[in-house]
Antibody
């Protein structure tokens, strides 16, 4: 079964660092782009960025460039979303998702992780 | 960057009726070389991840009931849900994935039962 399993909920303070994970299984991890999507409380979906695990090419949305880092570890078929310094405005649910077609970033997301809630509060 | 808009923000329909959600992009999503529209629709229920319904503007994802259909081209698109069921209550998003990132989502349309 193709699936993405994300790490659990996080509660952090402003200024903390954080790295959440997305474990892929059931398919060739290095062949499909993986992306991250944010949903703030009561708001819609926001496209954050994508990475190609085959050679770690990464593309970010303009609102997220410089604020988060997307990475992968192919040895454990996992993608990561990382913050060096969280702020209150980072409180959201974060979804990882796989592009539908191998090798093609220009594709919708067909497989989604369950979401990781992140709460940032002093 | 491409900006996506949706209308209405929310709609309420009776069980068994038809619901139509509209999506507009700030530039054409039709790729001339393959005549494909780079537009997808998702269904998002609370507490669950989004679910891909439609891609290529009109191609139903495997397992999606045929009462869901997509239409449109270039900058104007629609998602139609025929014979609306109680389990269709959700927020529906369009997304463009044309050319280079970012692949923006629309703001969403909330579907409720009247």
């Amino acid at each position: 079964e193709v699936q993405l399993v994300q790490s659990g909920a996080e509660v952090k303070k402003p200024g903390d660092s954080l790295k959440i994970s997305c474990k892929a299984s059931g398919y060739s991890f290095t062949d499909y782009w993986i992306g991250w999507v944010r949903q703030k409380p009561g708001k819609g979906l926001e496209w954050m960025g994508i990475i190609y695990p085959g050679y770690s090419e990464t593309r970010y949305g303009p609102s997220f460039q410089g604020h988060v880092t997307i990475s992968v570890d192919t040895s454990i078929t996992s993608a990561f979303l990382q913050w060096d310094s969280l702020s209150d405005s980072d409180t959201a649910i974060f979804f990882c998702a796989r592009a539908r077609t191998a090798w093609d970033p220009s594709d919708p997301f067909d497989i989604w992780g369950q979401g990781t809630p992140v709460t940032v509060s002093s | 960057d491409i900006v996506m808009t949706q209308s209405p923000d929310s709609l309420a329909v009776s069980l068994g009726e038809r619901a139509t959600i509209n999506c507009k992009s700030s530039q054409s999503l039709l790729y001339a070389s393959n005549n494909k529209n780079y537009l997808a629709w998702y269904q998002h229920k609370p507490g669950q991840p989004p679910k891909l319904l439609i891609y290529g503007a009109s191609v139903r994802e495997s397992g999606v009931p045929d009462r869901f259909s997509g239409s449109g081209s270039e900058t104007d698109f629609a998602l139609t849900i025929n014979n609306v069921q109680a389990e269709d209550v959700a927020v529906y998003y369009c997304q463009q994935y044309f050319n280079d990132p970012p692949y923006s989502f629309g703001p969403g349309t909330k579907l409720e039962i009247k």
